[in-house]
């Protein structure tokens, strides 16, 4: 499950600008419903992106659907494919 709480404090602490949306944002407006999804949307600036890796390095984001173990790295460099 989600920890709500750490996530939101690590993204405001590091100051990225983003919107709370999806089931998260329609409970904080009243709505019955349970979430155990964050979603979020990000301003998409260089120096946002920047923010947005270093508040989630320390979380040890992963991919969804990844094997377990699989190193995963947040970055603020594009990806490029090869």
Not at 18 to 32: E, P
Not at 57 to 73: M, T
């Amino acid at each position: 499950m989600t920890d709500f709480r750490t996530l939101l404090s690590a993204l405001t602490g590091a100051g990225v600008e983003f919107l709370i949306v999806g089931g998260a944002a329609a409970t904080a407006h009243g709505a019955a419903r349970l979430t155990l999804a964050l979603d979020i949307v990000y301003r998409r600036t260089r120096a946002n992106i920047a923010r947005l890796a270093a508040a989630l390095q320390d979380l040890e984001p992963y991919l969804r659907g990844a094997p377990l173990g699989l190193p995963s790295i947040a970055t603020s460099r594009p990806f490029h494919a090869v």
